[in-house]
């Protein structure tokens, strides 16, 4: 019966030599009988043969020996736990239970043991734990808000973001707290209610857009937040499960957007003439062209979030809360879960950058927005503002405005910009003129087939201490009869245009004591633009 027994089975004399084994200590050890028997395990582990070395590690052998003297000398039971690498080069490791062996009159003469295969626990202890690992590294490091609640709404864990923002040291301070703990009725009440209806129904929230209001008294924040029914094995509703990712900022740059376009038409209004509103809403439509780009990829950033995906992981892992390391061994979709945690990590934190990125870009944009409503006040009897530039960043940021209508159209951009320190600008001014250059060229290379778009933007020093900027294109150009005119209000050449984005850049130009020109050796040939301004010398401090 020994012989047949799934579990390894050996005995030693008292100096620890092998005096028998079964066939699946044998196979375990993946050692033949004749190797084994009367021998120790510091003796087996001396031999040079490849897979005695391979299963009979040394340190092993050293504390079996070390054990079994142990055993001799106190009669007592140990356990132990051992490992070697099998022949398929992967490790292996055993349980042994190693008692003592009586003799007649109850004396101890050797050793006996049990050797159980605990490889597959191990491993899956091993993937248990790396997997809690992960999920704790993505509580740890998402800067969106994760959580699971009961039934009851309570928190029973929590992403560490979500524990800061809510007052907490560590995400353990949430746990049976709700967020009528956190928020003011006016944010908690249907939040509640929204979780006691994915409780009732098993339907999930996708992609809610809400505004928490805290009772600390700290600014309203926004969120856009997806709600998940929690599951256990059985199936039943214990709780819901969610992720809230802060929209703040975007919702504050549409509430700056409609405010600019409540002032624009103020603006018009107190100006009294229509080419005033006219020219401020053509100067601004070019800025908003940026701003709904920004604000689209924004949109579609948020649509394209990998937070269901991390939703439905989380989902998959709650309900196999109980056998979670044997769902992650053996089933096929578990298998395939830290390897996504893994990758969804840094998509998280990618996605957090871009959107950054983006509302940068916005917030600038809706900035340069008030910087042309400042400089029409300016016209109406203000003065203007002049502050110190660099024009480097003035010209980049012409272009980012301009950036979705230039890739659209594969226009390739040269910069040729002089070493110029920075100087004292009206930049409102400034940046309207160049956002109406780049469109127009941008504009005039639109039927351009033979050959590609090119835009050159040049800019340096001219003399008497006046800046030169220079826009080029290699678009349609202009008829010589056409030049004394493109200036004048209401002229233009586009089948869509109104004429006034360049009659309000020449404006601008002489509101600085500067100039505005145009050049183009005729139809098919390009055009340039050239605006130069007197820049005054900085005073110097005594």
């Known amino acids: 019966m020994v012989e047949q027994l799934p579990v390894g089975i050996f005995r030693k004399d008292a100096a620890g030599r092998f005096t028998f084994v079964n066939p699946r200590f044998c196979q375990l050890r993946a050692t033949a009988a004749d190797q084994i028997l009367g021998r120790t395990a510091a003796e087996i582990a001396a031999d040079t043969s490849p897979n005695l070395q391979a299963m009979w590690r040394p340190e092993v052998a050293a504390q079996e020996c070390l054990q079994h003297a142990l055993i001799m000398q106190t009669g007592q039971q140990v356990e132990r736990e051992e490992s070697g690498i099998g022949a398929d080069g992967l490790p292996q490791y055993w349980q042994v239970i190693e008692s003592a062996a009586l003799g007649p009159g109850?004396?101890?003469?050797?050793?006996?043991?049990?050797?159980?295969?605990?490889?597959?626990?191990?491993?899956?202890?091993?993937?248990?734990?790396?997997?809690?690992?992960?999920?704790r590294a993505l509580l740890d490091n998402s800067p969106d808000h994760i959580y699971f609640k009961d039934r009851q709404s309570r928190f029973i864990k929590s992403s560490t973001a979500q524990a800061l923002e809510f007052g907490m040291s560590t995400p353990d301070g949430l746990v049976g707290k709700t967020d009528f703990d956190v928020f003011s009725d006016e944010h908690a009440r249907p939040a509640f209610e929204d979780e006691q209806e994915i409780i009732r129904t098993g339907l999930p929230m996708i992609g809610k857009v809400e505004k928490e209001t805290w009772i600390d008294?700290?600014?309203?924040?926004?969120?856009?937040?997806?709600?998940?029914?929690?599951?256990?094995?059985?199936?039943?509703?214990?709780?819901?499960?969610?992720?809230?990712?802060?929209?703040?900022?975007?919702?504050?740059?549409?509430?700056?957007?409609?405010?600019?376009?409540?002032?624009?038409?103020?603006?018009?209004?107190?100006a009294g003439m229509a080419e005033v509103a006219t020219n401020v809403l053509h100067n601004v439509g070019n800025v908003l062209n940026s701003v709904n780009i920004s604000a689209a990829l924004i949109l579609a950033s948020l649509r394209a979030s990998k937070m269901p995906g991390l939703t439905r992981a989380v989902q998959m892992m709650a309900e196999h809360t109980g056998d979670l390391a044997a769902f992650l061994t053996s089933d096929a979709k578990g298998k395939m879960l830290p390897g996504y945690l893994?990758?969804?990590?840094?998509?998280?934190?990618?996605?957090?950058?871009?959107?950054?990125?983006?509302?940068?870009?916005?917030?600038?944009?809706?900035?340069?927005?008030?910087?042309?409503?400042?400089?029409?006040?300016?016209?109406?009897?203000?003065?203007?503002?002049?502050?110190?530039?660099?024009?480097?960043?003035?010209?980049?940021?012409a272009l980012r405005i301009n950036a979705g209508a230039l890739v659209r159209r594969y226009?390739?951009?040269?910069?040729?910009?002089?070493?110029?320190?920075?100087?004292?600008?009206?930049?409102?001014?400034?940046?309207?003129?160049?956002v109406n250059l780049i469109g127009n060229a941008e504009q005039a290379m639109e039927s351009v087939t033979d050959r590609e778009?090119?835009?050159?933007?040049?800019?340096?020093?001219?003399?008497?201490?006046?800046?030169?900027?220079?826009?080029?294109?290699?678009?349609?150009?202009?008829?010589?009869?056409?030049?004394?005119?493109?200036?004048?209000?209401?002229?233009?050449?586009?089948?869509?245009g109104h004429g006034f984005g360049l009659h309000s850049a020449v404006i601008a130009a002489q509101e600085m004591g500067g100039t505005l020109t145009a050049h183009s050796d005729g139809p098919g040939t390009g055009a340039t633009f050239t605006l130069e301004l007197p820049i005054e010398k900085p005073q110097e401090t005594p």
């Open 217 to 270: 008294g700290r600014p309203d924040t926004w969120a856009l937040t997806t709600k998940m029914p929690l599951r256990n094995r059985a199936g039943q509703i214990i709780g819901t499960f969610g992720i809230t990712k802060n929209i703040s900022e975007l919702k504050e740059a549409e509430r700056q957007i409609a405010q600019v376009h409540k002032q624009l038409l103020e603006a018009s209004r107190l």
């Open 453 to 496: 778009p090119r835009l050159r933007l040049q800019v340096d020093m001219a003399p008497g201490q006046r800046l030169r900027i220079g826009v080029t294109d290699n678009g349609m150009g202009i008829a010589p009869e056409a030049l004394t005119r493109v200036f004048a209000h209401g002229f233009t050449t586009k089948k869509t």
């Open 411 to 434: 226009v390739v951009v040269e910069k040729d910009i002089a070493p110029i320190p920075e100087l004292p600008l009206d930049k409102g001014r400034i940046l309207q003129i160049l």
């Open 106 to 135: 109850g004396a101890v003469v050797g050793s006996q043991a049990v050797m159980l295969d605990i490889t597959q626990r191990k491993q899956t202890d091993d993937m248990q734990v790396n997997e809690r690992e992960l999920l």
């Open 342 to 397: 893994q990758q969804l990590v840094p998509v998280l934190v990618t996605e957090q950058r871009d959107s950054i990125e983006e509302l940068v870009a916005l917030t600038k944009n809706v900035d340069h927005i008030k910087e042309i409503i400042a400089a029409q006040q300016a016209h109406a009897g203000a003065s203007s503002v002049v502050e110190t530039a660099q024009i480097r960043e003035l010209v980049d940021q």
